[in-house]
């Protein structure tokens, strides 16, 4: 394996705990007294229910990015951390540095899935 700036395991953990954090909070129940969805009375419930739709958009983002970060952390555990996930080439260790979860190299960048 390619040597590496910075300790990969590290990186993923605590990014993988920051991800589940904020997931965590942005899918968390709607506090009491306030409404889910379009209601009829245009408002603060309104505003209320596009923030919420926002945030799950942005849940689903973090999500995603979480899937590569597990997904970077069972590479590191069998080995192939480093490798593109499409062609197998070395991913380049300042794309890694940038983003440690990467799951493959600038060329294949978003072919998986
Ligand atoms: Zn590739």
Known sequence: MTELPFDPA????????????????????????????????????TIQAIQQLTDAGSAQRLADTLDQVVRAQAKLADGTYGRCDVCDEPIDPERLEFRPWSPTCVRHAGQTR
């Open 10 to 45: 590290a990186e993923l953990a605590a990014k993988a705990s920051e991800l589940r954090r904020t997931i965590g909070r942005l899918t968390a129940p709607v506090e009491e007294g306030s409404t889910i969805g379009f209601g009829k009375r245009i408002g603060d419930g």
